[in-house]
């Protein structure tokens, strides 16, 4: 599924102005936030009132979160690209998945080895894949399985002399998956399945945008109960010379 031209400059307005809307909003809230606390010290004895205080405290930092995801979503700070080498990115990263996904959800990592490198943003790269993981997660409420592949991919450009390799990160699960109507909407900004103050409908358009800041593509493929593969790739840093034993599907890492 790639996103039109259109839907892209969409998602470039809507970040435009969230971003300026997210930035004031926060200000405003850390005043709501820091009276609350204040008012919290001085109710002390008084339970009912305590309670109420503390409500509000506890929306007014839901809010604080939903500016925060705002904030980086319209991404005022730039993109720090840096060489990646996933040998030793993907340890770290499989680390944070079983934090993050807990003990229902097999983490099955297939790395091949020799990647090529990639020049990208590592914390940003990290955040898509974690919010790639936690979509996973919550399509698979009874446990599965979260499986990340990674493989290099070399694609002759028609009619150039030079081969265009890329890198090829699949994230897939056994959850529910989406259907049609779903799957054509899953990119857009603030489009959410998830009841209310469970989702933002922000995370999908966010790695859509640093995938697309990143010279590369994404593109998702589900159906209901066959559950969902995302394909982020991303343009190799060097085209290497390719060996047989590159090709090798054999090579596995991590595969439990
Ligand atoms: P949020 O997670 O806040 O809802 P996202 O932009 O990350 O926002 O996702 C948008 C919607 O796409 C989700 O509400 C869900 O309906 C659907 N979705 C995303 N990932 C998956 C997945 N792995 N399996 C099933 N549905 C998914």
Same mark, same amino acid.
């Given at each position: 599924?790639?996103?039109?031209?259109?839907?892209? #400059?969409?998602?470039?307005?809507?970040?435009?102005?969230?971003?300026?809307?997210?930035?004031?909003?926060?200000?405003?809230?850390?005043?709501?936030?820091?009276?609350?606390?204040?008012?919290?010290?001085?109710?002390?004895?008084?339970?009912?009132?305590?309670?109420?205080?503390?409500?509000?405290?506890?929306?007014?930092?839901?809010?604080?979160?939903?500016? #925060?995801?705002?904030?980086?979503?319209?991404?005022?700070?730039?993109?720090?690209?840096?060489?990646?080498?996933?040998?030793?990115?993907?340890?770290?990263?499989?680390?944070?998945?079983? +934090?993050?996904?807990?003990?229902?959800?097999?983490?099955?990592?297939?790395?091949?080895?020799?990647?090529?490198?990639?020049?990208?943003?590592?914390?940003?790269?990290?955040?898509?894949?974690?919010?790639?993981?936690?979509? $996973? +997660?919550?399509?698979?409420?009874?446990?599965?399985?979260?499986? *990340?592949?990674?493989?290099?991919?070399?694609?002759?450009? $028609?009619?150039?002399?030079?081969? #265009?390799?890329?890198?090829?990160?699949?994230?897939?699960?056994?959850?529910?998956?989406?259907?049609? $109507? *779903?799957?054509? +909407?899953?990119?857009?900004?603030?489009?959410?399945?998830?009841?209310?103050?469970?989702?933002?409908?922000?995370?999908? #358009?966010?790695?859509?945008?640093?995938?697309?800041?990143?010279?590369?593509?994404?593109?998702?493929?589900?159906?209901?109960?066959?559950?969902?593969?995302? *394909?982020?790739?991303?343009?190799?840093?060097?085209?290497?010379?390719?060996?047989?034993?590159?090709?090798?599907?054999?090579?596995?890492?991590?595969?439990?």
């Amino acid at each position: 599924l790639e996103l039109s031209l259109q839907h892209a #400059s969409k998602l470039e307005a809507v970040g435009r102005l969230t971003g300026g809307i997210a930035h004031d909003f926060n200000n405003m809230l850390s005043i709501v936030i820091g009276n609350l606390d204040l008012m919290k010290g001085s109710l002390q004895g008084n339970e009912k009132a305590l309670r109420r205080v503390e409500s509000a405290i506890e929306g007014a930092h839901r809010c604080a979160e939903l500016t #925060s995801r705002l904030l980086a979503f319209s991404r005022r700070s730039p993109l720090q690209p840096r060489e990646l080498d996933f040998t030793s990115f993907i340890p770290g990263l499989i680390k944070l998945l079983e +934090r993050t996904l807990g003990e229902r959800i097999t983490i099955s990592a297939n790395v091949e080895p020799n990647l090529p490198e990639v020049c990208v943003d590592h914390a940003q790269l990290e955040a898509a894949l974690i919010n790639l993981a936690v979509n $996973a +997660r919550d399509a698979m409420p009874d446990g599965g399985t979260l499986s *990340i592949c990674i493989q290099r991919r070399d694609a002759p450009a $028609a009619g150039c002399v030079e081969d #265009s390799s890329s890198v090829e990160i699949a994230v897939a699960d056994s959850g529910t998956g989406m259907s049609p $109507a *779903i799957l054509a +909407r899953v990119f857009e900004p603030f489009f959410t399945t998830k009841e209310a103050g469970k989702g933002t409908g922000l995370g999908l #358009s966010m790695v859509y945008g640093f995938v697309q800041q990143s010279g590369g593509t994404i593109s998702v493929d589900s159906s209901p109960d066959q559950g969902t593969r995302f *394909i982020i790739t991303l343009p190799a840093l060097v085209s290497r010379t390719s060996t047989s034993q590159d090709i090798d599907p054999g090579m596995t890492a991590g595969t439990p």
